[in-house]
């Protein structure tokens, strides 16, 4: 298994899992739109997306988004998607994958990766944890405000 940046070549595949990664959070099934969103990743450079490839296939990704902290007045990555595809969930990919989201953002000068977990998603939580991650937001409420079309 091979870890390695998504290049534009990639993003068909990338976005096949990306889809299937938006139905696990009850979004509607639209390959056309994800695979525009991951392309557009690719070729502006705003995320850093990385693949797990075995014969080719990308088998699993984890995309994180370079951001700044003002509490900690230093750059942060976010890692806001990650996804193994069924058949190589238990494998150790998305460890794989979430070590070179790691060393990426180390390499990249980072004071931290942050993440948000379902509640539910304990499978991925257990990961996190295993791989040293504290929840962080337990005295903090998460809104968002949907923009007008």
Not at 106 to 124: H, I, M, S, V, Y
Request: some cysteine.
């Amino acid at each position: 298994m091979e870890i390695t940046k998504a290049k534009l070549e990639h993003a068909d595949q990338v976005a096949h899992l990306f889809d299937l990664y938006r139905q696990y959070y009850e979004c509607a099934p639209d390959l056309n739109l994800s695979t525009q969103f991951i392309k557009q990743r690719i070729e502006n450079a705003d995320s850093d997306i990385f693949i797990a490839l075995s014969s080719n296939k990308v088998r699993g990704f984890v995309q994180l988004y370079p951001t700044l902290c003002s509490i900690a007045a230093a750059n942060i990555y976010i890692v806001h998607d990650l996804f193994v595809d069924a058949g190589y969930r238990k494998t150790g990919v998305g460890k794989k994958l979430m070590n070179k989201a790691t060393q990426w953002a180390k390499d990249n000068g980072a004071a931290r990766l942050d993440l948000l977990t379902e509640k539910t998603n304990t499978k991925a939580q257990s990961l996190y944890e295993k791989l040293g991650y504290k929840k962080s937001l337990e005295d903090f409420y998460a809104y968002s405000l949907d923009m007008p079309k």
